[in-house]
């Protein structure tokens, strides 16, 4: 299972799993700057409560060999836990007894997702069995990642600072009031939403981009491939000069948008785009060709309305989508889109 999966269901199941513990809140570390912890979380348990501050680590597996080598690397942290006072523990779609022991030696708590736990500090000692399957939670929603619901999440990361009530939250995501109701009590639950008195809003940015990235595939927007005897950049110039008509619409996405985000060395000699309106009429307005070229065209008809959303104009008048959509889809490509993609989102979407 990925690290990210694992992350993502031990926050929505965290709950249902161990009621033991009530949740007080989550603090995301940015990329490797705290390995091998990826968040902190903090909890609640007892009456009176105690309050427990715990490091997360997130593990593929549970073998005993996997915990080995965790605990190796918590054990070489350059990290005062001391000072940090907060507990380590390691999360794993399951833990084992014998990686149990492993943990309980080097004084370093589990979760996993079958429902066994174990920490101990000073003040504490708790020690939960769960002993059984993880059982499929009851959904409203399938998955708040597809379909309309996706819109939600996509206008949560465009502005993520803003304080939202529903009504304008489902107002801007342009979906019912029910459905945005749905989703963000899934958002809710595993972490990446607070929903409070004054309205709701994005607590973790980075969980949710995580979520929906692990979920995402480009492959629901079908493209075809042109080419061009033209320069990318110039074919790029032509895009921005042309007279739409209505749906007519279009943004640059891929390498072509990253390209306008970030400097590069060696140009892409490809365009990509998203186009609202008939992909055959805009080859034939461009005078491309399906066999002969040196560029490649990639015209791809968008899954939804929200690839657009917030695209920017330059001044040349190609328009661009924003950086969210442009690291959506290179993060769904190959080991080089892939490290492009953290590129566009470091620069752009970690501010």
């Given at each position: 299972m990925r690290q990210a999966e694992v992350q993502t269901?031990?926050?929505?199941?965290?709950?249902?799993?161990?009621?033991?513990?009530?949740?007080?809140?989550?603090?995301?570390?940015?990329?490797?700057?705290?390995?091998?912890?990826?968040?902190?979380?903090?909890?609640?348990?007892?009456?009176?409560?105690?309050?427990?501050?715990?490091?997360?680590?997130i593990l593929p597996t549970g073998d005993a060999s996997e915990v080995r080598r965790f605990l190796s690397q918590i054990a070489q942290a350059e990290l005062d836990l001391a000072q940090e006072q907060a507990l380590p523990v390691l999360v794993a779609p399951q833990i084992n007894r014998e990686a149990q022991a492993l943990c309980r030696e080097m004084g370093v708590g589990y979760f996993d997702l079958a429902g066994n736990a174990g920490m101990q500090t000073e003040n504490i000692l708790i020690q939960i069995s769960g002993d059984r399957d993880e059982p499929e939670p009851k959904r409203t929603i399938q998955t708040p990642f597809e379909g309309k619901s996706e819109r939600v999440v996509r206008r949560l990361l465009l502005e993520p600072g803003r304080i939202w009530t529903m009504r304008d939250l489902a107002q801007a995501a342009e979906v019912s009031l029910g459905l945005a109701s749905m989703v963000t009590t899934a958002l809710t639950e595993i972490g990446g939403v607070l929903k409070g008195r004054t309205g709701l809003s994005v607590l973790s940015p980075g969980l949710l981009l995580d979520a929906w990235s692990d979920r995402y595939d480009l492959r629901r927007s079908p493209f075809r491939a042109w080419?061009?005897?033209?320069?990318?950049?110039?074919?790029?110039?032509?895009?921005?000069?042309?007279?739409?008509?209505?749906?007519?619409?279009?943004?640059?996405?891929?390498?072509?948008?990253?390209?306008?985000?970030?400097?590069?060395?060696?140009?892409?000699?490809?365009?990509?785009?998203?186009?609202?309106?008939?992909?055959?009429?805009?080859?034939?307005?461009?005078?491309?060709?399906?066999?002969?070229?040196?560029?490649?065209?990639?015209?791809?008809?968008?899954?939804?309305?929200?690839?657009?959303?917030?695209?920017?104009?330059?001044?040349?008048?190609?328009?661009?989508?924003?950086?969210?959509?442009?690291?959506?889809d290179l993060a769904s490509g190959d080991e080089k889109e892939m490290l492009l993609a953290q590129r566009v989102r470091e620069r752009f979407l970690e501010r």
């Open positions: 269901r031990f926050l929505k199941s965290f709950a249902r799993l161990f009621p033991q513990f009530k949740f007080r809140g989550i603090r995301h570390f940015p990329a490797r700057s705290r390995d091998p912890f990826q968040f902190a979380l903090r909890l609640a348990v007892g009456q009176p409560e105690v309050l427990i501050d715990i490091l997360c680590v080419r061009s005897d033209k320069d990318a950049s110039l074919l790029q110039v032509e895009m921005g000069s042309l007279r739409l008509k209505h749906p007519e619409k279009g943004a640059l996405t891929l390498w072509s948008g990253a390209q306008r985000l970030l400097p590069f060395e060696e140009p892409n000699n490809h365009v990509a785009l998203y186009w609202a309106g008939e992909p055959e009429a805009l080859a034939e307005r461009l005078r491309l060709s399906e066999s002969t070229g040196r560029t490649v065209v990639f015209i791809f008809q968008p899954y939804d309305e929200g690839v657009f959303w917030e695209a920017k104009r330059y001044r040349d008048g190609v328009i661009v989508a924003h950086p969210l959509q442009i690291y959506l």
